[in-house]
């Protein structure tokens, strides 16, 4: 007779009770508000890690003295009186003028545009481009380590008359706190050679030429001097051109405008010109409105 093999028993399973459960779920929870609360931990140390290489690397593309010593030098050789300079990003102007200010006087650093200059250099850094070269074509680039030198040659626009030129022979009628006279001022932290005119609050200023050589373009900029007037005075100044009695330009500018261009089509020859500067509103204390002007060819 066989013997049958005895059949094993089933492995005895605890059982599940609403304690265990009760554990189970807290364990859950406490995993979940550590996560919790280590995420801005972690948030916090990678914007750390990313600072620390940032700062690292903050002037890698930034060109040193060597640089800028070597880019001089180039520019040296080649510079003509007449020549241009300006550069790019603005925050490295002082850096320009410490390295070639010699080579940038006083009438095209205040200069009313760039039109009259038939060859510019441009340094730029970090791929910036300055509003000067806008639209234009190099005809030679250079690199040095950070530092870009761009040379750029065109016709330069012929100037028939400016009428910065033309100061003593306005005849001036409205009322006014001062001028018109011809000023070195600050027009938008930046210098520029212009005429200025300080209405009365409120009133306008008549600067009129009886006659005066024009040519197919009258080219200007009007904008508002002197940064504590502007901070303390926030009423806007306006600007009307006329050309034998008839308006062809008016421009209002505020006091964060800086320097504002307007042009008009004229016909060639003498003709009569005015400039209507207004002070606009009865608060319009010491509004130094400052302009500049040229008939192109």
Known sequence: ???????????????????????TSGRRTRARAL????????????????????????GADVPDDEAWRDAAAAIRAQHQPGDLLVVAPAWLDPVLRLHLGDLIPIDAAARMDAARYGTIWELSARGARADETRGLSPVSTTRYDG??????????????????????AFAVTGARAGGPSLELAEVGFTPRRCVQVIPAPGGSVRLELAE????????GYVGLADVFTRRDVRA???????????????ITVGVDDGWRRFAAATTPGRHRLAFVATAVGAGARDRRICFAAEARR
């Open 236 to 250: 806007p100044g306006r600007l009307a051109v006329e050309v034998d009695g008839q308006e062809v330009a008016s």
């Open 35 to 58: 996560a919790l609360g280590l995420a801005p931990a972690l948030v916090l140390l990678a914007v750390a890690l990313w600072e620390i290489r940032a700062t690292t690397r903050a």
């Open 212 to 219: 005066v050589e024009l040519g197919r373009e009258l080219v």
């Open 147 to 168: 530092l870009t030198v761009r040379r750029f040659v065109r016709t330069p626009a012929q100037v028939v008359t400016d009428v910065r030129d033309q100061l003593r």
């Open 1 to 23: 007779m066989s013997v049958a093999d005895p059949v094993a028993a089933p492995a005895a399973t605890a059982p599940v009770t609403a304690a265990s459960g009760a554990a």
